[in-house]
């Protein structure tokens, strides 16, 4: 089985910066693409940014130039810095990732974790 776990969510002002955390754990073999999408109420889920093995990103026109995709590959683990942050970034942020098991090596399913909510409000 494999697991993600998001961190660091909460309540900031706006042009604050909050910092997300998102840990896979579990059987796994391998993994490709991870990446960072949110939730507004009443809207539908969408891509904030993602990023491939080798470092590659790619982010949404919203927060170009404001938040930043990292991942450390030793830790199974994609970070997501967000500076001057917006009330319209208020949303639940969720973490998803391509992984293959180690009981099927080859095959690359998507995952996703169980979100934490960012608030942006003063």
């Known amino acids: 089985q494999v697991q993600l776990v998001e961190s660091g969510g909460g309540l900031v002002q706006p042009g604050g910066s909050l910092r997300l955390s998102c840990a896979a754990s579990g059987s796994i073999f391998s993994i490709n693409g991870m990446g960072w999408y949110r939730q507004a109420p009443g809207k539908q889920r969408e891509l904030v940014a993602d990023?491939?093995?080798?470092?590659?990103?790619r982010y949404a026109d919203s927060v170009k130039g404001r938040f930043t995709i990292s991942r450390d590959n030793a830790k199974n683990t994609v970070y997501l810095q967000m500076n001057s942050l917006k009330p319209e970034d208020t949303a639940v942020y969720y973490c998803n990732a391509d992984i293959s098991t180690l009981g099927s090596t080859r095959r690359f399913l998507g995952y996703w974790g169980q979100g934490t909510q960012v608030t942006v409000s003063s």
């Open positions: 990023i491939t093995s080798s470092g590659r990103n």
